[in-house]
């Protein structure tokens, strides 16, 4: 009869080569995309309601009334988030909230392929588990909204960008002309990349193609309205920067209040200062999107490793724009899972060690389900509760920004040369996943 000892360490190594299995990683996939969109469907706190009632709205608006938002009307997303909006219409209303969500799910599993390949022994298994862990802990909003479109043609960018600089600067492209927010991941590749002027090309050139499209469609005067709309807004209740007035309001001071906005729909914060707090959010915000990049550039220039800089300086851009905004949807958590991925491939060729912000978002993540969508109504009540709850989690965004700023000035301050190029760490990577 096999010893416990021996028995044990064939449980691990059963357990080891189950874990680096590509069927694995895929059944995963599918059991947790199927608990996913279970939730998104049938659970509680209409989770789906953007897709299913405004987006729905919006693309009915066009095809049945011929008024196109982003085009005929000025819109708070730029022009090509019509696309995967339209693309859920294509089996009717009635299907619209199933039909994104497979289309989510499609554009998920290209996303998981750039980051295991296409072998039986995945590459960077590791790294999808986490993502895997990432998008339960997250819970619905990490597919029914928007943002689920832009989080994997991002993390698909990202995942070739080091050996296919081009395609890299076109997808990171084609996702900020859905959602701004991956204009930052395209930034930090612009200041860390050498293959920076490829990078841009490919940018310049999807974004002539856009502002083209929206030109030729009538659309011209509506092409910049995202930025205009957002700087407009009031402070959301879930930012960073809305905490102080929703314990204000809690304590019935500052003549503070939570109230809906029926211009943007959204849940948004007000009373004594917040007007001004709001007004000084969008110069605030750039600043620190200037003080990040300046940063980069400084690292970049003192000669610090692309593998080193590219995911450090990504996560504290898309830090930046969670954490300095007055605007604080709950599926802005979503943007953390892509430099995270990055971070944690990168380091097995040299970059900084990503185990910090891994364990931070994957708590951040979980800390926001509980928010939204099931327990959001307590949250407008202003449970204290809650707002303990909403408030470990804009500290712990706050303290993601701070690890990913605080690396970047000791890259500044202690550069180093690291021997093997992102290239080589690429070939070296596809030539053992080959192999094994």
Known sequence: MPAPVDRLATARRFATTAAGSAVSLWI??????????????????????????VYLFWVERGVLGAEWVGIDTSWVYPLLALAPMLAAYVFGPDLYGTTWLT????????????????????????????????????????????????????LVAVMLIADHPKWGGALLAIGAWI???????????????????????????VSMLVIATGIALGGASALLTPITEQTGRGLQVESPVSTVWLWAAAAGEWA????????????????????????????????????????GIVAARRGVDEVELLPVLSLALVMALITVNKVGSPQFATWIAVPVVL??????????????????????????????????????????RMLVVLSARNVLYVALLAWAVGQLIALCSRPRVVSSSVAAGAAASASEGASS
């Open 103 to 154: 289309l989510v799910m499609m554009l998920n599993a290209a996303a998981l392929v750039s980051i295991i390949g296409v072998q039986e022994r995945a590459r960077r298994a590791a790294v999808a588990w986490w993502w895997m862990l990432f998008l339960v802990a997250l819970g619905p909003i990490a597919l029914g909204r928007i943002d689920a479109i832009t989080v994997p043609v991002a």
């Open 343 to 384: 971070g944690l491939a990168w380091q097995a060729w040299g970059g900084v060690s990503f185990r910090v912000p891994a364990v931070l978002a994957l708590v951040i993540a979980g800390l926001t389900q509980v928010v939204y969508p099931v327990l959001y109504g307590s949250l407008l009540a202003l449970d204290p």
């Open 28 to 53: 995963a996939f599918a059991v947790v995309h199927l608990w996913l969109g279970f939730l998104n469907l049938y659970g509680p706190g209409l989770p789906m309601g953007d897709v299913t009632y």
């Open 256 to 295: 503070a209040s939570v109230y809906y906005d029926q211009g943007i729909l959204t849940w948004q914060v007000v009373g004594d200062g917040s007007q001004l707090a709001a007004d000084l959010m969008t110069p605030l915000l750039a600043l620190a999107v200037l003080a990040v990049v300046s940063l």
């Open 179 to 205: 959602k701004v927010w991956p204009a930052g991941l395209l930034l930090a590749a612009l200041v860390a990349l050498r293959a920076r002027g490829a990078v841009l090309a490919a940018a310049v050139a």
